[in-house]
């Protein structure tokens, strides 16, 4: 199987996602927007995982790149292709799903927890979760929920925090793919975002929490798996 993933910022990588994806010994390349790598072609490719990054799905202005990147996604979903989206990657997802994305009334910096929604707790992708996990965000941006796409899980300070569409596009608004090195890396590159609010912790409130980062990853290689085997007819080439 090949996965092909974008990353927009040096310090937003695959982190643990990685791991799992050298245990399966699948392929893996990346487009590198940071460093103008070209595109590939969709149909090299069975799954396309697209990262966080501090710029908003709308910035195109100061970053031309995403409007070839969103027309990707949205080839790569026509296609039939599994689509992972997170953080930011979530927000592109639900954008070329027709969905709106906008500034959320909070900033969620840090550890806090989710709820799964009825409809979350009965996914074969999301069930495994306990009902209120708590885990890792930094996120400012929020979006509708797209069309025909059903809601996962929510959080006190953001309504839509997951989706999943036709089984197999799925936008997650958290990280359970963080690592203490990608958290430290956040803290450096993003100091400007840590301000006062009530759903924004301080580096030291992040690095109490860096004990949580096993299981997270856990979930994040359950979610993975679940997404592999619910996609077999796609992935098995």
Known sequence: MKIHYFQHVPFEGLGCIEDWVNANRFGLSATRFYENDPLPEVDRMDWLLVMGGPMGASDEQKFPWLTKEKRFIEEAVKK???VLGICLGAQLVADLLGARVYRNQFKEIGWFPIELTEAGQGSPLFGFLPGRPTVFHWHGDTFDLPREAVHLAQSEACLHQAFVYDGRVVGVQFHLETTAAGIA?????????IVE??????PQEMHDHSHEIPRLNKWMEELLSRLLVGNKEQTAR
């Open 197 to 202: 609010g009530p759903f924004i912790q301080s």
């Open 80 to 82: 039939g292709k599994v």
């Open 185 to 193: 890396a956040l803290v450096e590159n993003c100091a400007d975002e």
